[in-house]
């Protein structure tokens, strides 16, 4: 049996991409757990990026409900949304 630690480091899961590394927008550099099967009408690794906590509250109300900026705006300054975005 391997701890986390070991398997993450394992040169074989390494090598299988069962680790792999990603780009992180806040963390930089990070190893995650990969996807440790293969299929052949796959693509290899699929681009992973997660989106910051309200980073695409405007776009989603604006679309689907149809809400403008200042209704999103008021919504927030009531609490209601909440996002935490970087600087």
């Known amino acids: 049996m391997l ?12 090598e299988r991409r069962v680790v792999r590394k990603v780009s992180d927008r806040c963390f930089g550099e990070i190893d995650i757990p990969g996807m440790p099967l293969r299929f052949s009408k796959f693509p290899e690794e699929l ?10 509250n405007q776009a989603i109300l604006g679309d689907l409900p149809g809400m ?6 008021a919504l927030t300054a009531q ?9």
């Open 79 to 87: 609490g209601v949304l909440h996002a935490v975005l970087p600087e």
């Open 47 to 56: 681009p992973l990026e997660s989106p910051f906590l309200g980073e695409h």
């Open 68 to 73: 403008n900026t200042d209704e999103v705006d």
């Open 3 to 14: 701890t986390v630690p070991e398997a993450m480091e394992h040169p074989h899961f390494v």
